[in-house]
């Protein structure tokens, strides 16, 4: 007992069960869902196949998480009591019509798996059986599994493990029927003694599981990449040190020199007049700083919760809901740094620019997400979130998001001292010369882009396997020093790019820095195509539509988090180098 209310405890968000059970007490088991092998996320419900089903449908409330993950529960017709063995036993007859056959064979075709759920364990197989036989005459045969064959294993009072078994009984063959074909189902119980405790019950289900691991943790590559990256971060380092040095005796010498060094006096100095010119579209720019630093909160947040052991990793919907309900909660923070940094550079309109911030991720956001669920509510597949969490969902953005929001960007705009930049602006902009082509903006994003990508390259194949695939990747700690990686990488390239452009005398900084390493999700997003491609194996337009509409959001905060650190690494290093010129 003990035991249970320690993972009751750890497990805040969890919905975990830590059912005891005596002997020949009913176990309860749940259908779940049922879904094509490779495309993870497209889901039905078992029901919607031609099956026994109850004569009124009981489902079971769910989580939010759950309900994330296209989870549908409701009550089977097995009868399994605890610890009593149930030899072959009829569960009902199903009469075929045409279209149901055609439905099943479709379904097999495409290597449909089921779902059932037992004590919170989900127990997994296929509905049939492809038979592909001989070059001539080919042969392709489908066939029905119509017996299942229960395993579970117990530890005193608790369920420890369970498993499904197809291959007790010859399949069904679907081939050469005619309908109405009549079909028995059947199935059988069996539980096994075993000495691990409550605890081992998430390791047991790792070791043992239906779908396949493909993914080795490369270890050597995730340090070699480390490695690189550091020696990256340390050279840009070192060179900017030295060069900085260099300016500032050239230009702190020339002051008190005479005049005539001043027409060759090129670089950042001169600029000094205009490097602090706000930017156009201060209130978008002010928005997406805001965003970008309520995200970089929201992923830092996740990591560590996700770290502490939060989430149920068999559950990406844990995740998910945690995502969306922290997202609201930290509107406050995206309010409060817009709005500051609005205020800061002058701007008024700062009601226009609490609406902006709310609505810069959650618009696109909602966009995506309403075609996507109209596609999975027209296809019927429990993708599609139901009438009620959708409400759930609203009513969390508008009574919490939204005010929060405001609430922040009220407090940012009191909070606003001036700019204080450390040089005047003149009121006249100094013509900016042409660059060649490498110190372009295209050029810039190319390469900021690029190297924050390639620090976590390695790292993002196995997100996409957790994401799109059936992969759990649990070593979230590596994932929080990647994280770190990846915004230090872009700090200093950020701040390296920077430099070259001002010492080209070009003080359009601003946006600049936010679009130079925010491009990494540009590269990002062409790195999902090639994973959906090559490395994947889904079809269908409702799983396309899913990971391309989903991967499109989440390159876009990529953009919003790296711009954002990208840019303010800018600042400070902007700043830093005029407040150590010496001025006249
Ligand atoms: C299911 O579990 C039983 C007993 O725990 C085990 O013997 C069997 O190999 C498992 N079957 C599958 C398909 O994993």
Redesign the pocket.
């Given at each position: 007992m003990a035991v249970c209310h320690f993972f009751v405890v750890l497990a805040i968000l969890n919905a975990v069960f830590c059912n005891e059970y005596s002997d020949n007490e009913t176990v309860i088991m749940y259908v779940n869902k049922v879904g094509p092998y490779f495309n993870p996320h497209e889901t039905y419900h078992y029901y919607q196949l031609p099956v026994c089903r109850p004569k009124k449908i009981e489902h079971k409330s769910l989580t939010l998480g759950e309900v994330l993950d296209g989870d549908r529960m409701a009550l089977s017709m097995y009868s399994i009591n605890y610890k009593s063995d149930v030899a072959i036993k009829e569960l009902c007859r199903v009469t075929f019509q045409e279209d149901d056959l055609q439905l099943l064979r479709d379904a097999i075709e495409d290597l449909y798996y089921f779902e059932f759920v037992l004590d919170e364990i989900p127990i997994r197989g296929f509905i049939g059986h492809l038979e592909e036989g001989g070059f001539l005459p080919h042969t392709h045969k489908v066939f029905l599994w119509a017996h299942l064959s229960f395993?579970i294993?117990y530890n005193g009072k608790h369920i420890i493990?369970a498993?499904?078994?197809t291959k007790e009984k010859e399949p069904v063959n679907l081939d050469d029927v005619t309908a109405p074909l009549e079909v028995a189902f059947t199935y059988s119980v069996?539980w096994?003694s075993?000495d691990l405790k409550f605890e081992q019950r998430g390791q047991r289900m790792r070791d043992?599981r239906f779908f396949p691991k493909t993914l080795e943790i490369h270890w050597l590559s995730i340090i070699n990449s480390m490695v690189l990256v550091f020696l990256l971060i340390g050279f840009v380092v070192i060179i900017l040190t030295r060069v900085l040095k260099s300016d500032f005796a050239r230009y702190n010498v020339e002051d008190e020199d005479s005049e005539e060094l001043d027409q060759d006096d090129n670089g950042w100095k001169i600029i000094h007049t205009d490097v602090f010119r706000f930017p156009a579209n201060k209130n978008l720019f002010c928005a997406i700083l805001g965003v970008g630093m309520q995200f970089l909160t929201l992923a830092t947040g996740i990591m560590l919760m996700a770290m502490l052991g939060l989430f149920n990793v068999h559950h990406h919907g844990q995740i998910n809901s945690a995502g969306i309900i922290l997202y609201a909660f930290t509107s406050c923070i995206s309010g409060y740094v817009a709005t500051n940094m609005y205020k800061k550079m002058g701007g008024e309109k700062w009601v226009w620019n609490i609406n902006l911030t709310s609505a810069l991720f959650a618009a696109p956001f909602f966009l995506v997400w309403a075609l996507i669920n109209s596609v999975a509510w027209a296809y019927g597949t429990t993708q599609a979130l139901p009438v009620g969490t959708i409400i759930l969902l609203m009513c969390l953005w508008m009574f919490v998001g939204y005010p929060l929001t405001v609430i922040g960007g009220i407090f940012g705009k009191n909070g606003a001292n001036g700019f204080d930049a450390p040089c005047r602006t003149k009121n006249i902009a100094r013509e900016i010369p042409a660059v060649p082509w490498y110190r372009s903006g295209f050029a810039h994003c190319l390469v900021g882009g690029f190297l924050p990508f390639s620090s976590i390259s390695v790292e993002l194949y196995y997100i996409f396997a957790t994401l799109w695939g059936r992969e759990q990747y649990t070593l979230y700690g590596i994932l929080l020093i990647v994280f770190g990686i990846l915004l230090s990488v872009t700090a200093c390239i950020s701040v390296a790019l920077t430099y070259f452009q001002l010492s080209s005398e070009d003080y359009r900084w601003w946006w600049r820095s936010m679009f130079s390493a925010g491009s990494t999700g540009l590269f990002v997003f062409l790195y999902a195509l090639f994973y959906y491609y090559k490395r994947s194996n889904m079809s269908g337009l409702l799983q396309t539509l899913e990971f391309f509409g989903y991967t499109i959001l989440t390159c876009y905060v990529f953009f919003l988090m790296l711009g954002t650190v990208s840019f303010f690494a800018s600042l400070s290093f902007v700043r830093y180098i005029y407040v150590n010129l010496k001025m006249d």
């Open positions: 395993n294993e493990y498993n499904v078994s069996k096994h075993t043992n």
